[in-house]
Structure formats: structure tokens, C-alpha cells
């Protein structure tokens, strides 16, 4: 049972517009979210994340959203550059969950010239 | 750099001879995690230790085993490798302190088995 899902397995984007990666998920108890971002041979690495007590949060250019209501999250990157190419994982966890991740299967951006 | 080390990068092993990954860290962080991930699929986790106390996922394989004997190491032991265990394994680390400690990941040993 995919709890966190991401139905998009690629995403191409021209530099300079926005980038948009979609994340759904189906636990209600779930509540931090976390986007991971991954380029090849190389681990996860932390980008962005939100408390459900949110609904937005923004660093840079790098702006995450969440609608509980619709237990829905996304990860805008507005300008996207070349070096944005990667995977993107999306994540949830919950309060006393032990900081257990669970992730969702990931989105390949790829920002053309 | 503080960092999560994993070795080796890349693990041959034959159907059935046992291997060890091993992860290292020096962010002196109290909680290690090993993910299994398979092509085009969610990393998902094996198991996890807060300190030394060892956390089995349910549906971890007993197949599947972990080593922590300090802080700084971990070891993942395959028994009994068979083909479906070609994947790639990731070592993580956090601090434990709630669910916005975000994990530091290692860069991964990508499992083959002959």
C-alpha cells in the first residue's frame, strides 16, 4: 500500500519558468512532509519541508505547498535552472513516528535549455 | 565535512554468499537507518537503531540483519543473498528530536547478485 504518491514519473521544464512536482498522500496522521532531492550516484539530500500546521513554506526558490484537506503537497521551483535536473522525492512523517520516513516513488525533472 | 559514508559503492556477491554493506558517520547523529531501493521504486525502510536499540520493520526479511557497534558505524548483513535483493542501499542518520530533523543520506552501495 503506497501510502505517499507520485504520479509523475518525469517532468521536463524550459530554464527560467516554473517547475511544479505533485505529491499525494492517504495516512491523515501524517504530519511533516519533506522533498528530497537526488542526483545520480549520489544520496537523497534535504531541500524543503512543512509542518501540516502550515501551508506554505519558502526558501529561495523553492516554495512548498500543502492542502490536508486534499492531502495533497507540491514543490514549486520558480526560476527552474539546468542544475534543478534531478530526482525529487517526496516524504512524510508523523509525531511520534521515530522520524521514520516514508517516501513516495520520485519525479525526474529535467530543466532544458 | 561531516558526512555519511558508505562502502563499498558498488557490492558483487553470489547467489546465496553473504555480504555486509557498512555506513559510517561523523555528524555524531543517534539514529541510523538502512533503506532498500529498487529501480523506479520508493526507498523503503529496513530497519533503524535509536542508539544501540535496534527497530525491525515488520516486513523486513529475516534474511536481512544489522550490526551498530558504536555511534559512528553500521553494518547491514545479508544471509543469504537471492536475486530479488539487487538494489541499492542507502544509510541515513538524524538526530532524534521529532519529525523535522531531516535525514542525511550516504551515497549509496548498489547491490548486484550473480
Known amino acids: 500500500d503506497q501510502q505517499v504518491k507520485q504520479n509523475s514519473p518525469s517532468l521536463s521544464v524550459q530554464e527560467g519558468r516554473i517547475s511544479i512536482l505533485n505529491c499525494d498522500y492517504t495516512?491523515?496522521?501524517?504530519?511533516?512532509f519533506l522533498w528530497y532531492k537526488k542526483y545520480p550516484a549520489e544520496g537523497p539530500t534535504f531541500l524543503i519541508s512543512?509542518?501540516?500546521?502550515?501551508d506554505k513554506n519558502e526558501d529561495g526558490r523553492f516554495t512548498v505547498f500543502l492542502n490536508k484537506s486534499a492531502k495533497h503537497l507540491s514543490l514549486h521551483i520558480v526560476p527552474s535552472q539546468p542544475g534543478d535536473s534531478a530526482v525529487y522525492f517526496c516524504?512524510?512523517?508523523?509525531?511520534?513516528?521515530?522520524?521514520?520516513?516514508?517516501f513516495g516513488t520520485g519525479t525526474q525533472l529535467k530543466v532544458e535549455l | 565535512d561531516a558526512m555519511v559514508i558508505q562502502n563499498p559503492r558498488y557490492q558483487v556477491t553470489q547467489f546465496g554468499k553473504p555480504v555486509t554493506l557498512s555506513c559510517s558517520q561523523t555528524?555524531?547523529?543517534?539514529?541510523m537507518y538502512w533503506y532498500q531501493q529498487k529501480s523506479s521504486q520508493a526507498p523503503k525502510l529496513l530497519f533503524h537503531?535509536?542508539?544501540?536499540?535496534?527497530?525491525n520493520e515488520a516486513d523486513t526479511p529475516d534474511n536481512f540483519q544489522s550490526r551498530r557497534p558504536n555511534t559512528s558505524f553500521c553494518f547491514l548483513d545479508i544471509r543469504s543473498p537471492g536475486l530479488g535483493d539487487a538494489a541499492m542501499y542507502l544509510c541515513?542518520?538524524?538526530?532524534?528530536?521529532?519529525?523535522?530533523?531531516?535525514?542525511?543520506f550516504g551515497d549509496g552501495t548498489r547491490l548486484s547478485i550473480l
Open positions: 516524504a512524510a512523517s508523523l509525531t511520534g513516528g521515530g522520524n521514520k520516513l516514508t
Open positions: 495516512n491523515s496522521m501524517f504530519d511533516y
Open positions: 512543512i509542518s501540516s500546521i502550515k
Open positions: 555528524l555524531n547523529h543517534n539514529v
Open positions: 537503531y535509536y542508539d544501540k536499540d535496534f527497530n
Open positions: 541515513a542518520t538524524t538526530i532524534f528530536g521529532g519529525p523535522n530533523q531531516p535525514q542525511h
